[in-house]
């Protein structure tokens, strides 16, 4: 193949077929695939089933902990586990901008392929285009997944007052390592963006029981996801500032930049609301499973606030915490 990616590569022709048969079909390697159809024909899977999608125009594609292809498989395999679903199926479009260093795609598509096989998924379907240089910035990804659903019934309508609100671990690491990677400002740290597949830590959780919902809080962090889930409703969340685990290196970038860990974005973490019955059982569950070592009970739902998320700091006051307002940083995701 050649060193950059041409337009050739996207004309549905001989580069076309050379970039699949050579690059993709080897890395995904599996009978639905290898088939190579307009769609991929699956064996019939007994169950409800989950299905989510997710669009990836990182910036940069490669960053500290990961890379556009590694963030492409953990962001839907992470949506089908907070669904309460085994994932199981994935589908992989890319648009590429002409003159992307074949190098660098082969290290995206291996990253994808090692990722789908830590969350035991496969890649089974795709498409891959090429736009003119200037008319994209390096590489898009979208990908698509299936997933049979195996704890069914989590839902924000299914939360009580007195629940108790989980944090799989510390709070903030993707965006800001997002951040510091975009930096102009000299900053050196050793922060890695927390990226990978919860399906694992999703299973824990409600193996434990007593789970009423998972959300992995994306872009508008934590703050706004559990805004999310009591807008609108007759009760709200009580957070105790002291008790979300945050980095110390996260927490001084952000108080450099002015921005806030709870409204910085993850990628490897969830929340988990449980009833208080059963949070001790899911902490400890949580925190037996690889990247759920420092999870938190960080707070508990209240009908004191009715629709909103309340912080209690360290200084002993109270603030309401709304949803993001703006975009904090752009293309984190």
């Known amino acids: 193949m050649d060193e950059i990616v041409t337009l050739d590569y996207g004309s549905g022709g001989k580069k076309t077929s050379e970039l699949i048969e050579k690059l993709m079909v080897p890395a995904f ?8 159809g307009d769609g991929a024909v699956l064996p019939e899977m ?12 990182v910036d940069p594609i490669f960053f500290p902990g990961g890379n556009i292809g590694k963030l492409a498989v953990c962001g839907t395999v992470n949506d089908l586990a907070m669904c309460g679903a085994v994932p199981r199926y994935l589908s992989l479009g890319a648009v590429i901008e002409e003159g992307l260093p074949m190098a660098d795609l082969e290290k995206i598509i291996h990253s994808i392929a090692e990722t789908a096989a830590r969350a035991g998924v496969r890649v089974v379907t795709g498409d891959t285009k090429v736009v003119e240089r200037g008319r994209g910035d390096k590489i898009y990804l979208n990908t698509a997944g299936i997933g049979v659903v195996k704890y069914p019934g989590l839902s924000p309508a299914a939360i009580r007052p007195g629940d108790k609100v989980l944090l799989s671990g510390t709070a903030g690491d993707h965006g800001t390592a997002i951040m510091l990677a975009r930096s102009e400002l000299g900053l050196e740290s050793s922060l890695q963006s927390d990226c990978m597949p919860l399906h694992a830590l999703a299973a824990a959780a409600c193996e434990a029981g007593g789970v009423h919902v998972l959300r992995d809080p994306t872009r508008g962090g934590v703050a706004t996801t559990l805004n999310e889930f009591c807008e609108g409703q007759n009760f709200g969340i009580e957070l105790e500032e002291a008790a979300v685990p945050v980095r110390e290196d996260v927490r001084a970038a952000c108080e450099l930049l002015g921005l806030d860990a709870l409204y910085c974005a993850n990628e490897g973490k969830l929340l988990a609301v449980v009833s208080p019955e059963r949070a001790d059982a899911v902490l400890a569950a949580l925190r037996a499973t690889p990247g759920g070592e420092n999870a938190a ?10 629709g909103r ?14 949803k993001l307002a703006g975009a904090q940083l752009p293309r984190i995701c």
């Open 29 to 36: 390697s599996n009978p639905a695939l290898a088939a190579l």
């Open 46 to 57: 007994k169950g409800e089933l989950a299905f989510s999608t997710d669009s990836f125009v």
């Open 297 to 306: 009970v960080i707070g508990t739902v209240t009908e004191r606030w009715p």
């Open 309 to 322: 998320v309340a912080l209690h700091t360290a200084f002993g006051g109270s603030r309401v915490l709304t």
